[in-house]
């Protein structure tokens, strides 16, 4: 069956714009992630949604990081006036429930110029 | 979650086990042992869990000490498709588990 997806797979944007990125998780999933990975770093958790629940926000680096997640299923990611130092892959992953092993989508590269 | 402890990298003879060691040490009785690996430019892909008895699926098998302070994911016919770094995660699976916490992992080169 169809994984998660994730678009766009790659985002050139400049200094200042905001950008925003858009994951499609495993149907019936009902849990939804989102992480980063920086160059040769490991993943550092940003946001965790559960159904209908208030979003687990605990993760993001700053105000400019904002996600929602329609009609629970998909997320979008949104980053304001983005900083070089958001430059990253960002990946999206969802379970059957929260605590349920995680899939994850093959992320967006996001470089900030 | 706990804390675990993996090689930085192990290199297997392609067709042969692949054996990853990883130590947990401060393991407690409701967290469960998960793997995954990340293959280059992808995203993290699941392998297998368990929690007190040795599991098997058609990727690994994933073999935990009875102390359960260490386990033990086995390829058993490794190929180049394998190489990856592969990450040793000790979690609780319940209401409000949420996040991952993926350290350094270890990567896995298959040679031919």
């Known amino acids: 069956g169809a994984g998660v997806s994730q678009s766009p797979s790659n985002k050139v944007t400049e200094k200042g714009k905001d950008v925003e990125l858009r994951c499609d998780p495993i149907?019936?999933?009902?849990?939804l992630y989102w992480y980063r990975q920086s160059l040769g770093q490991g993943l550092e958790f940003l946001i965790y949604?559960?159904?209908?629940?208030?979003?687990?926000k605990s993760g993001l680096p700053s105000d400019r990081f904002s996600a929602e997640r329609t009609g629970g299923s998909v997320s979008t990611l949104t980053i304001q006036r983005t900083q070089q130092e958001d430059s990253a892959v960002y990946l999206c992953?969802?379970?059957?429930?929260?605590?349920?092993?995680?899939?994850f989508g093959p992320g967006t590269r996001l470089t900030v110029t | 979650d706990a804390k675990t402890t993996q090689p930085p990298s192990m290199d297997c003879a392609e067709g042969r086990a692949a054996n990853l060691p990883c130590n947990h040490s401060t393991i407690s009785g409701n967290e469960y042992v998960y793997w995954y690996r990340q293959i280059h430019s992808q995203g993290p892909q699941y392998i297998i869990h368990g929690l007190k008895n040795n599991e098997t699926n058609e990727m690994a098998s994933l073999i935990i000490t009875e102390d359960r302070k260490s386990s033990t994911l086995i390829l058993p016919h490794a190929t180049l498709r394998d190489t990856a770094v592969y990450y040793c995660i000790v979690r609780v699976v319940q209401t409000g588990a949420n996040n991952l916490f993926f350290g350094t992992g270890t990567r896995l080169t298959v040679i031919p």
């Open positions: 992953a969802s379970s059957f429930m929260e605590g349920y092993e995680q899939y």
């Open positions: 149907s019936g999933h009902t849990a």
């Open positions: 949604f559960q159904g209908n629940s208030a979003p687990d």
